[in-house]
């Protein structure tokens, strides 16, 4: 998909003390695709933030995958062994590690490296199962002080997305503050980070998403997250070559409940940011 898209965006701002009208690349791509689209970036070195739509709710997809598995890493116990059915799997609807394992289980290591580098559904629901719930994670993203991320259902019922549905949503902003506070702040010990750091390094499905937009010579860290309405997310930290992190949240939703996930907007929207950001 090709968007000509030019000049100002009305609502996109940079930093903590300046305002400025740049393009409007945001407003065109969402006539162009009849969506809506969500943005927020961080500039963790200087300071800097870009936003269109970062207030608004958003199904969150997959992307919440973040904060269950980094609620398990914080409980400790990653060598514990769970066991789930092949039921379980079953309804998860998408399940391409858990279903290898039914006879054995596998470990809370392991079901986290699943539910972020593969978005296993049946492993993140056998993490939150082993954490007392959904309500936990809900109280992890407190700790991180985030009071907009609310998960009120189970994969894959979550995926319904709904555009007047606030249920299993946050905002672009709220999700970029707890990545931030999760992959590179202090809400895990040294340890833990490091391993959620290293699996969403490794994620297998946005590779056509932030990692498609950004230079070559940039690196991501990202978890993908796809529902109905074309639904299309993804969220994470990319580097610059020189090493210095940008916290980056992109969602984009439809109108269409059967409408196809839209790639293409979502690594357009990661170029947007990375050419606006790029030169520090």
Known sequence: MRFFISSLLATLTFGCTHTG???????K???ETGGRVGVSAWDVTSGERIGYRAGERFPFCSTFKTLAVAAAL???GL????????????????????????????TVSELSAAAIQYSDNAAVNSLMTHLGGLQTVNAFARTLGDEVFRLDRWEPELNSAEPSDTRDTTTPDAMTGSVHKILLGDA???????????????NTTGD???RAGIPKDWTAAEKTGTCSYGTTN?????WRADGSPIVLTIYFTGRDKD????????AYVAKIISEKLGTR
């Open 188 to 202: 895990l010990p040294p340890a833990a980070r490091a391993l959620i750091l290293a699996w969403h390094k490794t």
């Open 74 to 76: 914080k409980q400790g």
């Open 29 to 31: 791509l969402e006539h």
């Open 21 to 27: 009208l740049l393009s409007n690349d945001f407003e």
């Open 79 to 106: 060598a514990k062994r769970l066991h789930f059915t092949a039921d379980d799997v079953k309804k998860s609807g998408y399940a391409p590690i858990t279903t290898k394992f039914v006879d054995q289980g596998m």
């Open 259 to 266: 409408a196809k996930p839209n790639d293409a907007a979502v």
């Open 234 to 238: 993804d969220a994470g930290v990319i």
């Open 208 to 210: 056509k998403r932030i």
